[in-house]
């Protein structure tokens, strides 16, 4: 089945505690993303990739940082998280590089930062 | 800067029509994108227009006017199922996603 999947799916933390949001996915897009989504906001871009070991700032990275090591996976990693970094996270890939596919989304990481 | 604007909340009846705004003002234009989220869920998408005019997929439609910086989605014999937020998104010249805030749909019986 053609999916992609965020791990963990729940998870409250303390300030400063390091952590990864893994996400990974089974259908050899190009493109990944990384979102966050707060109420009466939107989805808010992260940082994206159009390829292995290629990497970009989205609108909000502050505070984040990925990598592109395979096709597949596509980690957020959160150094020190801060309570203004609790949120919904939403991974996303398409094909093609130039993001007009259709986004699949993994299901969410709801993160709390205490 | 750029912008997108949707209704926050709107309100129908099951087995009725209903019509979702959304204007846009972005840098450049690639495409205009309508995605369903149900409370709790990953969005899931539902059409993408890049020339003017309607698309029809079911019950739901979409419809783009360029010139005008303006899309709808049309959704017809409303089902209870249907209530979620519906997303537009609009592909600007450098190919980025711009996000409207959602437009949260009720459906009452």
């Known amino acids: 089945e053609a999916q992609v999947t965020q791990n963990p799916r729940y998870l409250i933390t303390v300030t400063g505690k390091k952590l990864t949001v893994t996400c990974s996915q089974n259908?050899?897009?190009?493109?990944m993303s990384w979102y966050r989504q707060d109420p009466g906001l939107g989805l808010r871009q992260i940082y994206y990739s159009m390829n292995v070991e290629v990497t970009d700032k989205g609108d909000v990275p502050e505070g984040y940082k990925v990598s592109r090591k395979e096709k597949r996976n596509f980690p957020l990693i959160l150094e020190s998280p801060s309570p203004n970094q609790t949120s919904l996270y939403f991974c996303?890939?398409?094909?093609?590089?130039?993001?007009?596919?259709?986004?699949?989304f993994g299901e969410g990481s709801r993160l709390t930062v205490l | 800067g750029q912008n997108i604007d949707q209704p926050t909340e709107m309100t129908a009846t099951e087995g009725a029509i209903v019509q979702i705004n959304c204007t846009y003002q972005t840098s450049g234009f690639n495409g205009l994108f309508w995605y369903q989220q149900h409370a709790g869920e990953a969005p899931t998408f539902l059409s993408y227009?890049?020339l003017d005019g309607l698309e029809e997929k079911g019950r739901f439609s979409s419809f783009l006017s360029r010139s005008k910086g303006y899309s709808y989605l049309l959704l017809k014999e409303l089902q209870m199922k249907d209530s979620a937020s519906y997303l537009c998104?609009?592909?600007?010249?450098?190919?980025?996603?711009?996000w409207g805030a959602g437009t949260k749909l009720i459906i009452k019986p």
């Open positions: 227009n890049v």
């Open positions: 996303a890939s398409t094909t093609g590089a130039h993001n007009t596919g259709e986004l699949f």
């Open positions: 259908m050899n897009h190009e493109y």
């Open positions: 998104a609009v592909l600007d010249s450098n190919y980025q996603l711009i």
